[in-house]
């Protein structure tokens, strides 16, 4: 059975937590289990849990959240207190989705079923998709992408040298609505362009329309 890794949590947060995954797992046959933040890495090696709901409110959750996202193919559910900074942050450090600590139930339940329906999905497009080292084989070269990184990228490049509007891209990829001072898709776009010129190609591979949303220049 496939496994929900729960990370950083305490027990009274589990507990109120339940609830909503219970709906969760009745939907996708998932199993809860919980893991500490020092143990982590080397049970994510052994398990391979299917996605993680990490809590970001302790100070080993950043460097954790980096490692997860670029070490293995999981996708990442962060949880951030009420700030919109902390929201930029976690999604510039890595994480597939972000909510607020005092979050909606429906919200956390939406963004998980969002993510192991991402992961079950065989992927599509005109990239060569590694999935199993969690890579895009692009210009020969091997580049380290998140899963949503690998969406986007491979979105924009369904539509190459076309404009793909940012709110194309929420429906596409976070399916959900471009809201307003919503930064995320940004966020995301800066790592990958980070990461395609760590390889000494050039970021205008992917262009900002300036209002609009983004094109992918092949």
Known sequence: MSKL?????????????LPTLQLCFEVTCLELQEASLHT???TCAKQQPIAVLLNMQHAAA???????SHCYRLPICAVVRASSRDLYLAYRQGADHVVYAEHDGTELLCRLDAMIRARTQPS????????????????????????????????LARYANQVVSKQDLYA?????????????????I???RKKITSQGLCKRLIKT???VGYSYIN
Do not use: M, P
């Open 5 to 17: 890794f729960l990370i950083g949590f305490s027990h009274q947060d589990t507990t109120s937590l």
């Open 40 to 42: 982590t890495l080397a």
């Open 62 to 68: 950043s460097a954790l959240l980096k490692r997860l």
């Open 124 to 155: 599509t497009g005109c990239q060569r998709v590694a999935e199993a080292t969690r890579t895009t084989y692009w210009h020969q070269q091997l580049h380290h992408f998140t899963q949503t990184e690998q969406a986007l990228l491979t979105h």
């Open 172 to 188: 596409a990829v976070f399916q959900r609505e471009l809201a307003a001072h919503d930064r995320s898709l940004d966020a995301h």
């Open 190 to 192: 800066s790592n990958i």
């Open 209 to 211: 329309i300036r209002g």
